[in-house]
């Protein structure tokens, strides 16, 4: 695989290509999306017009296979601001790695790493003592819970990151089968830089 960080309006023509693999991963477990084109179209223009966020892409023969975002934790959407202005902390101290996603036969090649390692650098550059992101909370006795399924804890821990006791937002989507989307809870993980 090849890696290359874009930012800004670097991102725009990724768009479709991150949305589809979003659509894609994000239908798996644990976060079970019934995604949609037009969703993701809105969400991810928020990363192309914001100067400071980060896409890194993973790439096989030109074409994307993995991609990683990140921006500003103040330049997210409020639901993920939430929780740290209830407990106080200031946003603006936060780079929010927003997601990873990779397809499937491309894992456990080291691209998560390499993902987190480029965001982690882009955070850096832009002045941010802080790193933080999250991830779904789903209940170990849910229907759909692989019975294989290894949680990513270990991984994020290797990497520095704790989790942020006390930090968890409320964010919506339509889970397979939903026709409205319904809150999920979301634990925050974080790292000093």
């Known amino acids: 695989m090849e890696f290359r960080t874009v930012g800004g309006a670097g991102i725009t023509p990724y768009l479709d290509a991150v949305a589809r693999l979003r659509i ?11 995604g949609s084109a037009e969703y993701e179209a809105r969400y991810l223009q928020d990363y192309a017009d914001c100067p400071d966020s980060t896409l890194v892409l993973a790439l096989e ?3 994307v296979v993995g991609a990683s975002t990140a921006l500003p934790l103040a330049a997210a959407e409020a639901e993920f601001q939430a929780p740290f202005r209830e407990q106080g902390l200031d946003p603006a ?6 997601e990873s996603v990779l ?5 456990g090649q080291g691209a998560g790493h390499r993902f987190f390692a480029a965001r982690e650098a882009a955070a850096r550059r ?14 170990q006795d849910h229907p759909r819970r692989p019975a294989d399924y290894r949680p990513l804890d270990g991984f994020w821990r290797r990497r ?6 006390g930090l968890v937002c409320q964010f919506p989507w339509p889970d397979i089968g939903e026709t409205q ?7 925050f993980w974080w790292r000093g830089l």
């Not at 397809?103 to 894992?107: K, Q, S």
């Not at 989307?181 to 634990?187: A, D, F, R, S, Y």
Request: glycine share 8%; aromatic share 22%; proline share 8%.
């Open 160 to 165: 520095g990151y704790t989790r942020a006791e």
């Open 24 to 34: 894609a991963v994000f239908r798996e477990w644990p976060y079970l999306y019934d």
């Open 61 to 63: 023969d030109g074409r």
């Open 126 to 139: 832009l002045g941010f003592a802080h790193a933080t992101f999250c991830a779904v909370v789903r209940p």
């Open 103 to 107: 397809e499937p036969e491309f894992r």
């Open 181 to 187: 989307g319904t809150h999920k809870p979301l634990q």
């Open 93 to 98: 101290a936060y780079y929010y790695l927003a």
